[in-house]
Nanobody, 122 residues
Framework: VQLQAFGGGWVQTGGSLRLSCAASGGTFRSGTMGWFRQAPGKEREFVAAYRWNEYYADSVKGRFTISRDNAKNTVYLQMNSLKPEDTAVYYC???????????????????WGQGTEVTVSS
């Protein structure tokens, strides 16, 4: 299974970006697809995930929206009202056996994309 993320770039504070992550070689229709991010010098952190419901980190709730197209095996992350602290490399991740209590934990995900960089300038 491969995950490939697209859509990163540079944007000014308050701007928007939409990330996409397409899975190939397997399906996660019954599983979980999500996004994590890693800023320079920091640990990789949970951003959002989608299984039967949407899950968000408190820092992005109300600004980011995760969605999924099962027919395309693709997950999206619409990021609005971006802030400089959102600057990071964003990774998509997936897994078919993730339980709700661990959905925010990076160790629960078995498949990872290569990352796409998001830079928000002040």
């Amino acid at each position: 299974v491969q995950l490939q993320a697209f859509g990163g770039g540079w944007v000014q504070t308050g701007g928007s970006l939409r990330l996409s992550c397409a899975a190939s070689g397997g399906t996660f229709r019954s599983g979980t697809m999500g996004w994590f991010r890693q800023a320079p010098g920091k640990e990789r952190e949970f951003v959002a995930a989608y299984r039967w419901n949407e899950y968000y980190a408190d820092s992005v709730k109300g600004r980011f929206t995760i969605s999924r197209d099962n027919a395309k095996n693709t997950v999206y992350l619409q990021m609005n009202s971006l802030k400089p602290e959102d600057t990071a490399v964003y990774y998509c991740a997936a897994g078919n056996t993730i339980i709700t209590s661990t959905i925010r934990e990076k160790t629960a995900y078995g498949y990872w994309g290569q990352g796409t960089e998001v830079t928000v300038s002040s």
